[in-house]
């Protein structure tokens, strides 16, 4: 089991990497093939680095709530949803 979730967290962390790479390409002013432009380049490495890391972020969140080991404020309130 603890493969398993081993691999559902390598695909983000490889998404992210991915969009790092995308990035830097632009600043030494390569253009991978599916991008018309550096700008349309850039963003799309932007939005991959920045979702590979909100999933990393919210499952170490989830983990920690589970295991009751956050700060108070980021506990979730019994009347909330």
Request: aromatic share 14%; glycine share 12%.
């Amino acid at each position: 089991m603890r493969l398993v979730a081993l691999i559902i967290l390598l695909i983000p962390v490889f998404f992210a990497g991915l969009g790092i790479k995308w990035m830097r390409d632009v600043i030494f002013s390569i253009l991978h093939d599916p991008f018309p432009n550096y700008a349309l380049q850039f963003a799309g490495g932007l939005v991959l680095f920045i979702a590979g890391l909100a999933f990393i972020g919210g499952f170490i969140l989830h983990r920690d709530r589970k295991n009751n080991k956050v700060a108070p404020r980021f506990r979730k309130s019994k009347g909330r949803g």
